[in-house]
């Protein structure tokens, strides 16, 4: 019903087209958008008149395209993403408030770590996560935390996979991972020098929703060599649990449970 | 190509499901999300199916329908409302803390104004903005800023509507309506008490990106009675200018001009 005689399906289409823009490309002219998604002028042509018809794609002045408005609400109101937003910001913003320079908000998402909320203090620390940015699993301490509390069968499948080294101190080889993974567990926290950027460490911690399963996880990022554990891991800890809390679960001690007033999580 | 035999296209379909997830029901069985879209088991099935493929929808551990993070990212990696977020987020934060109780960031969408941010400090001012939720133009400050600043075609479109008196203050009559557009021109916000909640008084200022035109608005709300304008007022301007230049733009005096550094807005 939904196939291009190409037998490639209308919402994959779509899916392409609206992933055209992006940080670096907001605006697209209609040419410069059938030659990105390699598709025919006429065929984006009518896609994008329809996408345009329900506001998810508009036309700015000059005529190019961009994302509508219509887009952003559709994502936003059922999102899991949002409402996780919204119970991390406050506790996020204490942090800043109390010297932390970097903090972010990630999610799992396939074998990325999909970053949700990011605030920064105005200073100078490298911090290449970006909101709605990414990062691989083993590239980041979020990733790592994420692979502490998966399911065993997830974690057998990241340990056999090939994983790049994307600095020099990117851990790669499965044993050395497996031993990563289970101190994780047993501190409730872990801190990576240098593995996706040489200058800068990362200090991760779960965030549950039930009891070891993180649904999301906080990270501090440091300048390397400044990580000052004592002060920092407490910190993300006590963020981690009101958050929890926020998204109306009761952490007690090792167990978590669900408060009788549903939040939107 | 893309239509059903009832003629309804496949994007608008989807649109529909995406659309059926909301605050209150971020998650739906798939029978349940056919009723609520109001189409065949079968078809949602096969929609359904390909937008779980796509990643905008996943099943959760009960197998109910949820939103994917991808969606998500999807709509937040080319969005006006992300970049527009981000230069406005240190700024609301600035107001919340110096002792303001709600701020709120609109765009508009079509009639509405649409709220992509909005921050409280913990207190108990009535406030029915809602991250991605919408108020009427006409029944709310930040909807007259967006009308004062409109084209003239849009202005004589909205004061030729019939609207709704949503409290007893709420102004309808074209003629009041023109007056207090004039005046926002003049002193570059409004003040509007009870016009959507008795309780409450709205109080907006315009963010602008070009002279004249409203990109966005920046709001306070504050208990019926204790609007400060004097203290409100110039709060609210000096961080719509600070807004403005995070977005890459110069306010000087009454003239608007884009930076050289190119922002993504």
Chains 1, 2 share one sequence.
């Not at 101190?183 to 240098?194: A, D, K, L, N």
Request: aromatic residues 4%; charged residues 25%; contains cysteine.
């Amino acid at each position: 019903m939904a196939n291009s005689p190409s037998g490639e399906s209308v919402i994959h289409r779509v899916v392409r087209i609206l992933s055209a823009f992006g940080e670096d490309s907001p605006a697209l002219g209609l040419r410069e958008l059938a030659r990105s998604v390699d598709l025919p002028v006429s065929t984006v042509y009518r896609l994008v008149s329809e996408l345009e018809l329900e506001g998810l794609l508009v036309r700015d002045t000059a005529g190019r395209l961009r994302h509508g408005h219509r887009l952003w609400e559709l994502a936003s109101r059922g999102s899991r993403a949002s409402s996780l937003r919204e119970a991390a910001l406050p506790p996020m913003e204490d942090l800043i408030n109390h010297g932390f320079s970097h903090v972010s908000l990630g999610v799992l998402e396939g074998n990325d770590v999909l970053y949700i909320e990011r605030l920064a203090a105005d200073d100078a620390t490298v911090n290449i996560t970006k909101i709605a940015g990414r990062l691989p699993v083993h590239g980041c301490s979020a990733g790592l935390v994420f692979m502490a509390y998966a399911q065993e069968v997830v974690q057998e499948m990241f340990l056999s996979r090939r994983l790049e080294k994307l600095t020099e101190d990117t851990v790669t080889e499965p044993e050395k991972l497996r031993a990563i993974l289970a101190e994780i567990r047993g501190r409730g926290y872990v801190s990576m020098r240098g593995i996706i950027v040489p200058e800068s460490s990362g200090i991760s911690v779960p965030i549950f929703t039930e009891k070891n399963h993180a649904v999301a996880t906080l990270s501090a990022i440091v300048p390397r060599g400044e990580e000052s554990l004592n002060l920092i891991v407490p910190h993300l800890k006590i963020a981690s649990s009101a958050i929890t809390r926020r998204l109306g679960y009761e952490p007690s001690g090792r167990e978590i449970q669900r408060r009788s007033t549903p939040a939107a999580f």
